[in-house]
């Protein structure tokens, strides 16, 4: 990234708003980013060695997947030392480096945290394995009786996110709580103990230099009182994740609010953004009101369908929730726990048309967006991954296709697997053989690539004054399509996309500034083909 570059972004957030309101942060899902050492798994050296391209695309900050100490029995979402660098993907200098060069760069990292449960070799779940029942030990975790003359039956009904009852009974008869799976028992934030080891935890990465937290399952570290049987009543599901009667409880908002206070505490630019599923985007903007976390991932947004009405309607609710607290809105079209955008709009050359147009959509709402490693170069989503590959727990565990389909390693360069990934073992999930057209060297070449269309809008998201946060205002267009201008500091951007499944004639009175296909323009009217988005200049008058 250039000076200039550095020196136009800083300008642009000291006369706007704080950086978190309108950032585009770039989810690394580090085992799949890139490989340093050739044992076929991302490290943070190689996200290190990737940086400039990072830089180059335009990005703000980025989200880093949990690379702590883990026996990976989900992908290091079961944590085992929070203060420190699983072997697996280098060593706490490396992490201290990657950040330091990454603000170098000009970009912010936010590390993951995951405060629900810790792994089963967490040093204080060995201990509380060890304590008898009723001990200090098992006080930080959930222990109960079963029920039944014998205690063989779990203490409640509930159900594990991936699969099969949320209890594992010990040999001692008690029972442990874990709402995901066996090996990431549930911690009691109850418990002051656990309150303050993690304000420790937090503190400890603040203080090695990180901008913030993504908040891991946010909305499930406060249990409902007595633990009571639920059903199957008020279950929501989203994209195959249960939101469940026994998360979004109001007592998580205490914790999020001590959160909110430390992170304050270090000069007000260090953040925090929720991973909470919560059923309605009413209970999504609790999370963000102003003494709690700065940004709750949008899933409603995720979850739309490819259709004016439904897009509208979402966006509508979404800026209209989020402003009710003084939250920034957020959009996000996947991530490491969903299928590709890519796929979900209908893969093949129909979804690819759609992401582009996503891609223009989102980027043109106010607000802060999140891309996926891998949307910007138009990754579908790999549904014929051998059998032998497959390793997601809740694949395993009986719960759908799993997520292993998206976190495919990324290609960079060369004609065959592992096209630049690493160099020596056979990346940890193959490859398709036809993302040799994919790579970032084959797209970096080709000003039509997908690549090319990220780069270019981030470019003008950054250096347009219209753009990122602030208001939106709905202009009328033909059916299926949604019509929309930015305006700020005396300028305005138009943007338009279409959904439906002929040409729309759309009103343009300005200069065309970007469009995700082919769009012919003319006579003051733009021909949006379907699936296709179009941003311009909009003319004073």
Same mark, same amino acid.
């Given at each position: ?31 799949? =980013? ?13 996200? #290190? ?21 883990? @026996? ?14 699983? @072997? ?36 204080? =779940? ?26 063989? #039956? ?90 469940? @009667? ?23 630019? *260090? ?27 949008? =899933? ?110 990324? @290609? ?49 998201? *950054? ?9 939106? %205002? ?50 003051? %009217? ?16």
């Amino acid at each position: 990234m250039t000076q200039d570059t550095l020196l136009a972004r800083a300008s642009r957030r000291e006369g706007g708003t704080r950086w978190w309101r309108d950032a585009v942060i770039y989810q690394v899902y580090v085992r799949s =980013f890139a490989d340093s050492d050739g044992d076929g798994v991302g490290d943070l050296p190689g996200v #290190r060695s990737r940086l400039p391209y990072l830089a180059g695309l335009g990005v703000d900050a980025l989200w880093l997947t949990p690379f702590y100490v883990s @026996p990976m029995a989900d992908f290091g979402y079961d944590v085992a030392d929070y203060r420190d660098v699983d @072997p697996l993907f280098g060593t706490l200098a490396d992490a201290r480096g990657l950040i330091e060069d990454a603000h170098a760069h000009g970009l912010r990292i936010i590390v993951d945290v995951v405060p629900n449960h810790t792994s089963d070799r967490h040093a204080w =779940f060995r201990a509380a394995l060890a304590a008898p029942p009723g001990s200090a030990e098992r006080a930080r975790y959930i222990f109960r009786d079963g029920r039944g003359p014998d205690g063989a #039956r779990p203490p409640n009904d509930w159900e594990s996110v991936f699969g099969g009852p949320a209890w594992t009974r010990l040999p001692d008869g008690q029972w442990y709580l874990h709402l995901f799976a066996p090996e990431q028992p549930d911690l009691n934030w109850e418990n002051p103990e656990v309150r303050a080891e993690f304000a420790d935890i937090l503190k400890f990465w603040l203080d090695l230099g990180v901008d913030g937290f993504r908040v891991d399952v946010a909305h499930g570290m406060a249990k409902a009182p007595g633990l009571p049987d639920v059903g199957r009543a008020g279950q929501v599901e989203m994209l195959g994740t249960a939101v469940l @009667p026994y998360f979004d409880q109001d007592a998580v908002h205490d914790i999020h609010r001590e959160w909110r206070r430390l992170l304050d505490s270090y000069g007000g630019e *260090r953040i925090a953004v929720a991973e909470a599923w919560a059923p309605t985007p009413q209970r999504l903007a609790r999370y963000t009101r102003p003494d709690e976390l700065h940004q709750a991932f949008n =899933f409603h947004y995720l979850t739309a369908p490819w259709d004016a009405g439904g897009l509208r309607a979402v966006i509508d609710e979404s800026l209209r929730t989020a402003g009710a607290v003084g939250a920034p809105a957020t959009w996000v079209l996947s991530n490491h726990d969903v299928k590709r955008h890519v796929t979900r709009y209908g893969d093949g050359e129909t979804g690819l048309r759609r992401a582009r147009a996503a891609a223009l959509l989102t980027l043109a709402l106010p607000g802060s967006a999140y891309l996926y490693q891998g949307e910007e170069l138009g990754l579908p989503e790999v549904l014929d991954l051998p059998e032998e590959f497959q390793q997601d727990p809740q694949r395993l565990r009986g719960e759908g296709a799993g997520r292993d389909g998206c976190r495919v390693p990324l @290609p960079w360069e060369g004609e065959e697997p592992p096209f630049g990934f690493g160099a020596g073992a056979a990346p940890w999930l193959p490859m398709p053989t036809a993302w040799r057209d994919l790579t970032v060297a084959a797209q970096t070449a080709d000003p039509d690539s997908m690549l090319a269309l990220y780069r270019e809008a981030l470019r003008v998201r *950054r250096e347009h004054p219209a753009l990122g946060d602030g208001d939106l %205002h709905w202009r009328a267009g033909p059916p299926g399509t949604l019509v929309f201008v930015r305006e700020n500091g005396g300028r305005r951007l138009a943007c338009a996309v279409n959904t439906g499944g002929r040409t729309a004639r759309v009103p343009l009175r300005g200069a065309p500034l970007l469009a995700s296909g082919p769009v012919h323009v003319s006579g003051g %009217h733009a021909e949006l083909p379907p699936d296709a988005a179009l941003w311009w200049d909009v003319e004073e008058g």
